[in-house]
């Protein structure tokens, strides 16, 4: 006939085992003295004997269950997950009632939501495999046409790209005989080569430019003269 397994005869053969255990470590420290080349004095030997440990302190009918109540009790000791622990390890022995276990309705919620966001139903795979896969097309095609407009105006950029190319090298090379002319009119005027960073330099380009805007004021002027000056012609009439 095969007797019930309960949380007291789990116990007892844990402290059979463990008793077993420590007596095979003495009798292999016992083997090892004995033989040993050693010389050992007769009262160790004899000490090593006769050593009797005391007996585990287990107690197998009344497992220990902390009071959740007592100020002494351990904070970890007063929690749901210990109280879990209890109950599976001694069942009713641990006097922990199973429905207080159950997880409130707040966990049931968590839980739920959280199975719901790392294992979502196929319907809701489906649709979010489907709304990424339209959004990935729309941004292709967006990049697409962008590069398709880009493509229609480069033909314009690169004639711009060009066109202000050429008037920057144009403006160069007048800025370059502009320079030249004002060096050899400096040379000229003062008998010797100035340094175009010089005060004497630097004033007489300022006299040539006002100079400069004086003639193009007088041109403008005769030019509207010359147009006031000019006889209008009457329109002719139809026949």
């Keep these: 006939m095969t007797l019930p397994r309960g949380p ?14 420590r007596t095979a470590v003495l009798c292999r420290t016992l083997k090892g003295i ?15 004997a006769s050593y009797n440990p005391k007996p585990l302190k287990l107690n197998l009918r009344d497992p220990y269950i902390p009071d959740r109540d007592s100020e002494r009790t351990p904070e970890w000791q007063r929690t749901a997950r210990y109280a879990g622990k209890l109950f599976g390890r001694y069942g009713s022995a641990s006097g922990i009632e199973p429905a207080s276990l159950w997880p409130s309705s707040e966990q049931l919620d968590r839980a739920v939501a959280e199975e719901s966001e790392w294992h979502p139903p196929l319907e809701v795979m489906l649709r979010n495999i489907e709304a990424k896969q339209k959004e990935e097309t729309e941004k292709r095609l967006a990049k697409e046409k962008l590069i398709a407009e880009n493509m229609a105006k480069m033909p314009k950029m690169i004639a711009d790209w060009r066109r202000e190319k050429r008037e920057t ?11 030249a002319k004002l060096l050899a009119e400096a040379r000229e005027r003062f008998g010797y080569a100035v340094d175009p960073r010089s005060p004497k330099f ?6 040539i430019e006002k100079e400069e805007k004086k003639k193009k004021k007088l041109m403008k002027r005769r030019l509207k003269e ?4 000019a006889p209008v012609t009457p329109p002719v009439a139809s026949s």
């Excluded at 005869?9 to 255990?21: D, L, P």
């Excluded at 090298?169 to 502009?178: G, I, S, T, V």
């Excluded at 010359?226 to 000056?229: G, K, R, S, V």
């Design 8 to 21: 007291c005869c789990v116990q007892r053969k844990m402290a059979v085992s463990m008793v077993c255990r």
């Design 202 to 207: 630097l004033e007489m380009v300022a006299e």
């Design 169 to 179: 090298k144009q403006k160069l090379k007048e800025e370059k005989a502009r320079r």
């Design 34 to 48: 004995s033989s040993s080349k050693a010389v050992i004095p007769a009262h160790s030997l004899l000490q090593t």
């Design 226 to 229: 010359e147009q006031a000056a």
